[in-house]
Antibody, heavy 118, light 107 residues
């Protein structure tokens, strides 16, 4: 069964940093484009950014509002995707999802909750 | 940034009825790079439609997408009990953005 499992969420103080991880199993991870998407409690979906595959030189793209504090990286040898976030704000409180796409298929993790609070 | 608006905010229907959801973009979405997602409470979203009209893997044919340019539609031909959920559109022509969602609830 295809699975994406995120980890690294939890309670963080404002101004802090964290690194989220997403590990994939049971599919060819390296071919896929990878996205991070977040959802604040009771709110809609917000796209954070994307990293391509080897074929497009692992190009990264970010939403304008995310540029500068968010960094996406991947390690295909570990079937892993990462999201580094700096200078966390209370408005970054959300469930963070990793997404792996090779159309017509797409896989989502279960999400990891990040709570930014003092 | 391409801004997406969805209408209506909420659609109240009965099982067996047809649902028509709208997504409008502030600029032309090139290559019809428009997707639709379904999200149920406590679950991750699920891709339904990509490229405006192509069903994703495993999606039943009662779900269909149409449209081009700035106006797109998701149609659920006959609502099943498991279809009551929130639906989001997403453009991925220029970076990516999501619409605010349409909730389909039971009348």
């Amino acid at each position: 069964e295809v699975q994406l499992v995120e980890s690294g969420g939890g309670l963080v103080q404002p101004g802090g940093s964290l690194r989220l991880s997403c590990v994939a199993s049971a599919f060819t991870f390296s071919d896929h484009f990878k996205d991070w998407v977040r959802q604040a409690p009771g709110k809609g979906l917000e796209w954070i950014g994307r990293i391509g595959n080897k074929g497009n030189s692992y190009t990264t793209e970010y939403a304008a509002s995310m540029k500068g504090r968010f960094t996406i990286s991947r390690d295909d040898s570990k079937n892993s995707l990462y999201l580094q976030v700096h200078s966390l704000k209370t408005e970054d409180t959300a469930v963070y999802y990793c997404v792996s796409t090779a159309l017509p298929s797409q896989y989502w993790g279960q999400g990891t909750l990040v709570t930014v609070s003092s | 940034e391409i801004v997406l608006t969805q209408s209506p905010d909420t659609l109240s229907l009965s099982p067996g009825e047809r649902a028509t959801l709208s997504c409008r973009a502030s600029q032309t979405v090139n290559s019809n790079s428009l997707a639709w997602f379904q999200q149920k409470p406590g679950q991750a979203p699920r891709l339904l439609i990509y490229g405006a009209s192509n069903r994703a893997t495993g999606i039943p044919d009662r779900f269909s997408g149409s449209g081009s340019g700035t106006d797109f539609t998701l149609t659920i031909s006959r609502l099943e009990p498991e279809d009551f959920a929130v639906y989001y559109c997403q453009q991925y022509a220029r970076l990516a953005t999501f619409g605010p969602g349409t909730k389909v609830d039971i009348k």
